[in-house]
């Protein structure tokens, strides 16, 4: 009972982590809380369903478009939104609306696409592959999720770490304006920051369609989630969103075990208080 | 007719949440996302009272008052700690916390089943029963609601707090305790919050935790930016035209299947153009 | 232009909008050439959205099969997600500008009972084809509704269990839904009346997805079967998720919402044997007429409380055709028509407050399919 405990904080704490990532990246880069990262989601695990399962076509490349899709969308979002405001010198707060306006709409139209029907993107839908682990059990797309968000991880932190790309993000979320002035094209970098972190929260979206399902709503609760993981865990820091994720995941399902599973949201918007009252700097950061 | 009076109703309630709430955003700077919490406070206040106690309804405004005063001291107390972003993602937290206990504590709010028969408000046995008897209450709240709020903004209170707004290490240097300012305010606006809440519970008669959730602070918030940050009048006339917009889309004849989520895709669209294109509202004059 | 003038013109310009809007829009006196008008309030955006579909299309259904479609207007308005101030609002706009002098709405029982105090005073019916809060009985004499009140299926499936021998149910059920929370309590007042005991109590949102950790604690518990109160999506994932974990306890759904589609669609064969209350019985021939028809007109199976609204729309349309076009009229023949009617959704009988009293039957799944258990 205890371990199994254990694997749904794990199994939880992993699609946090997901989240968290993309969004930590975006946000070391802007320094804004991008509202939209949320329905990137959505619009990932709605492009396998159309791809994958109305067109029938292979899932694996229906994953990657999907991907690519939310990618892309996340991209223009800044290019067309955020950027023309950035240049205007908009403050936070403008652009944290602006994200909500975003936000708003790109969930209405994936509903008038879709409808609102919850949807579930894996194929066999009663024969799950399990493996039993310390006496509790995990299923198969569980078990990637908590691969993936590794991996992520891992292949972020090198990126961040080792190459030049990696290290002119480094530049700009440190100090964008020093950034540019030393030559850096920072509109560019942060565009493609876009769509990676946008990337991301599109598997993650695609990840967890086939892990419980999706609807068009999903994506302003996964977002929280994933912020409450980033502040945690140390915003703007890579593996910070990724221990915050654990962290939640762990504190939510022993609040549901000791608690009650009506009260989810609060125990976590609590944590999140927690933090920012005695940590807010999270654990990660100095 | 009747459609009218019911829209200048709505439009009473959230003018008064604007304008409260552009006191502690657009005068103070600090960016709340969770005034919908004292909505619903006061508004299950007046509901608890009212239908199982029998309470008269402008006690019930007073107590409701009382208890969002109490509990945003509380909240106040925490959130003066933080600043900017932080301090709107502390806000949003609070708002979930007290919409799970609106939710959730089944004994005191009846959950999702909510509280329904409201009856309207009374007072030396002359009976609020009407809607139009309804709108002369509920504009002589605003009014007053209005008249404190300007009060307060063209005193020397109100000129603090639009210096903590514009750089709070320096206007304490001059030996005000900007925390003593920050949490007044945020108090008062609760307290005003908490005067819609009861107008709305005694008037829709029915009260369910549905209405007081995130998306509600956001809305709020999106009256205030749109009318114009710092501006009373501002918010009067967000609220005039954001509890509009969804009534005139109606009459727009949008295909039925999708209208609903067309009006979505328009309200996101208007919001991002607004800041795109007017930041500081239509006539505000503070940029967020 | 000095600010102040500003605001005022600003004001003015959207007052003007709105009444011209509204002048405009107004329709004329109704004559006897007038088509009859139907007002339709549903969650059209929201969460709940695919049940309001659901609902709107079987209206129209029963519009175009009543033979008199060029004499009915259906009028459509969002309620925002069962949100109680909009309903208000939507309710407001259909009796006072399109001058309905019936409803069928809405989904939810707190957006209805938003409603009927305003349907109430202006003397127009409403009917209620998914509401089924015990609160909607004494609403009104001018409020009807086509589905059974949340009593009569926790009390069928609380029976059902006692009978089939067990004692130590557990609970877990959507604490967000009033229509979930109700047949939570009435279940598990009827169980533990009929002597039997409550192992344990979990609860969830509709919007929260992973039911793992609740599952957990009620597998350890000593039930030996579970009470599930949810919308369908949550029951799918509840029995799926179970499944996983290795919990072969015999699930019983309070609610009718385990007959439908996404259960299967969602947990597939972790559904099967999956016990729930149903109103119709399968010779019901209105309900597989209604199945198909609706099937092929909008190429997919209705949703739940489709055949409720399917009946609400019919019945009303019937009684407004043989009424004098008054408010009591109109209800008078509720009364008569809704008498041992035959529906898509099952035997119709509207009691005096209006609420229908349905035969319930228990159901369950098999290979798939909704069949009746004996």
């Known amino acids: 009972m205890f371990s199994q405990l254990i694997l749904n904080s794990i199994i939880a704490g992993a699609i946090y982590t997901l989240v968290a990532l993309g969004f930590n990246l975006i946000y070391g880069a802007t320094k804004f809380f991008n509202l939209a990262h949320g329905v990137l989601a959505a619009v990932g695990g709605y492009s396998v369903f159309f791809f994958g399962k109305t067109l029938g076509w292979n899932i694996y490349f229906a994953t990657a478009l999907g991907i690519i899709f939310a990618g892309l969308l996340g991209y223009g979002l800044d290019k067309f939104v955020y950027l023309p405001l950035r240049r205007r010198k908009a403050s936070k707060m403008i652009l944290l609306v602006a994200s909500l306006g975003a936000l708003t709409a790109i969930q209405a139209i994936i509903a008038i696409l879709f409808t609102s029907q919850f949807r579930t993107l894996s194929q066999n839908t009663g024969a799950q592959k399990i493996y039993e682990v310390f006496g509790g059990v995990i299923t198969e797309t569980q078990l990637v999720i908590l691969i993936t968000g590794i991996a992520i991880m891992t292949v972020l932190a090198l990126i961040l770490k080792y190459t030049m790309f990696g290290k002119t993000i480094k530049a700009i979320s440190d100090d964008e304006e020093v950034a540019r002035i030393v030559g850096i094209n920072t509109d560019k970098i942060i565009g493609y920051v876009f769509f990676i972190g946008s990337a991301i929260a599109g598997l993650a979206g695609i990840l967890v369609g086939f892990d419980t399902g999706i609807q068009p709503t999903i994506g302003l609760g996964l977002l929280l989630k994933g912020v409450i993981a980033s502040i945690v865990g140390g915003i703007g820091n890579v593996y910070g969103g990724v221990i915050g994720a654990f962290l939640l995941g762990f504190v939510e399902n022993f609040g549901i075990w000791k608690i009650s599973g009506e009260w989810k949201d609060a125990i976590a918007f609590a944590l999140l208080i927690i933090f920012l009252i005695f940590r807010p700097r999270g654990i990660m950061n100095k | 007719m009747e459609y009218l009076i019911h829209l200048a109703i709505l439009f009473a309630i959230y003018a008064i949440l604007g304008i409260s709430l552009n006191l502690v955003v657009g005068y103070t700077g600090l960016l709340s996302i969770t005034h919908a919490a004292f909505y619903g406070i006061g508004a299950y206040a007046t509901a608890i009272l009212l239908t199982y106690f029998g309470v008269n309804f402008f006690i019930s405004v007073v107590l409701g008052i009382i208890i969002a005063v109490v509990i945003s001291f509380l909240i106040g107390l925490v959130l003066s700690k933080f600043s900017g972003d932080y301090y709107a993602l502390g806000s949003f937290g609070f708002n979930i916390i007290i919409f799970s206990i609106f939710l959730n504590w089944r004994g005191l709010t009846n959950g999702a089943l909510g509280i329904a028969g409201i009856p309207k408000p009374e007072i030396f046995g002359v009976h609020f029963f009407s809607n139009t008897m309804f709108l002369i209450i509920a504009f002589i709240f605003l009014a007053v609601v209005y008249l404190a709020a300007r009060f307060i903004v063209r005193s020397s209170f109100g000129r603090v707090l639009k210096a903590i707004r514009e750089d709070e290490k320096t206007i304490q240097v001059f030996g005000y305790n900007a925390l003593y300012y920050k949490l007044a305010i945020f108090v008062i606006s609760a307290g005003m919050a908490a005067v819609s809440g009861s107008l709305f519970a005694s008037y829709i008669t029915y009260v369910d935790p549905s209405t007081f959730n995130l998306m509600e602070s956001v809305f709020i918030l999106v009256i205030i930016i749109l009318g114009g940050l710092a501006n009373l009048r501002g918010s009067i006339l967000g609220a005039l035209f954001l509890v509009l917009l969804p009534e005139i889309l109606r009459f727009v004849g949008l295909p039925f299947d999708i209208a609903a989520q067309m009006r979505q895709v328009i309200y996101g669209i208007i919001i991002i153009l607004l800041m795109l294109y007017r930041p500081q509202g239509l006539i505000g004059e503070y940029k967020l | 232009?000095?600010?102040?003038?500003?605001?005022?013109?600003?004001?003015?310009?959207?007052?003007?909008?709105?009444?011209?809007?509204?002048?405009?829009?107004?329709?004329?006196?109704?004559?006897?050439?007038?088509?009859?008008?139907?007002?339709?309030?549903?969650?059209?955006?929201?969460?709940?959205?695919?049940?309001?579909?659901?609902?709107?299309?079987?209206?129209?259904?029963?519009?175009?099969?009543?033979?008199?479609?060029?004499?009915?207007?259906?009028?459509?308005?969002?309620?925002?997600?069962?949100?109680?101030?909009?309903?208000?609002?939507?309710?407001?706009?259909?009796?006072?500008?399109?001058?309905?002098?019936?409803?069928?709405?809405?989904?939810?029982?707190?957006?209805?009972?938003?409603?009927?105090?305003?349907?109430?005073?202006?003397?127009?019916?409403?009917?209620?084809?998914?509401?089924?809060?015990?609160?909607?009985?004494?609403?009104?004499?001018?409020?009807?509704?086509?589905?059974?009140?949340?009593?009569?299926?926790?009390?069928?499936?609380?029976?059902?269990?006692?009978?089939?021998?067990?004692?130590?149910?557990?609970?877990?059920?959507?604490?967000?839904?009033?229509?979930?929370?109700?047949?939570?309590?009435?279940?598990?007042?009827?169980f533990t009346g009929l002597g039997g005991q409550i192992a344990i109590e979990e609860s969830f949102i509709s919007s929260d997805k992973d039911l793992r950790t609740q599952l957990n604690k009620i597998k350890n518990s000593n039930a030996d079967m579970i009470f599930l109160s949810a919308v369908p999506d949550s029951v799918g994932l509840a029995l799926k998720q179970a499944r996983t974990l290795g919990i072969n306890t015999q699930f019983i759904s309070t609610d009718t919402s385990g007959g439908t589609k996404p259960v299967v669609d969602i947990a597939g064969s972790s559904a099967e044997g999956l016990i729930f209350p149903f109103a119709t019985t399968p010779s019901n021939k209105e309900y597989i007429d209604f199945i198909n028809n609706y099937k092929s007109k909008y190429g997919i199976e209705p949703s739940a409380y489709a055949a409720e609204g399917y009946d609400a729309a019919m019945i009303l349309i019937k009684a407004m055709f043989a009424s004098n076009g008054t408010a009591d009229s109109i209800k008078d023949q509720l009364f008569k028509i809704g008498k041992n009617y035959y529906g898509a959704s099952g035997v119709i009988t509207f009691d005096q407050n209006g609420d229908v009293q349905k035969p319930m039957v228990i159901k369950t799944v098999k290979d798939g399919q909704f069949i009746e258990v004996q």
């Not at chain 3, 500003?6 to 509204?22: D, H, N, Q, T």
């Open chain 3, 1 to 190: 232009m000095s600010k102040n003038t500003k605001v005022i013109i600003g004001i003015i310009i959207v007052v003007a909008i709105v009444l011209i809007g509204y002048l405009i829009y107004k329709p004329g006196t109704p004559t006897t050439n007038e088509p009859i008008k139907i007002g339709v309030v549903l969650p059209l955006t929201g969460d709940l959205a695919t049940y309001a579909e659901g609902v709107r299309n079987a209206i129209n259904l029963a519009v175009e099969n009543s033979g008199s479609k060029d004499k009915i207007q259906v009028i459509v308005e969002d309620d925002h997600g069962c949100l109680p101030p909009d309903a208000v609002s939507a309710v407001q706009k259909l009796i006072n500008l399109d001058k309905v002098k019936a409803i069928v709405g809405s989904l939810c029982t707190g957006a209805t009972l938003a409603m009927a105090p305003i349907t109430e005073q202006n003397k127009v019916i409403i009917i209620a084809p998914s509401a089924t809060g015990k609160n909607l009985t004494n609403a009104g004499g001018y409020v009807f509704r086509t589905i059974a009140s949340d009593v009569d299926k926790s009390i069928a499936v609380a029976k059902y269990a006692y009978s089939k021998g067990f004692r130590r149910a557990a609970l877990l059920y959507d604490s967000s839904q009033d229509a979930l929370v109700s047949q939570r309590d009435d279940v598990k007042t009827t």
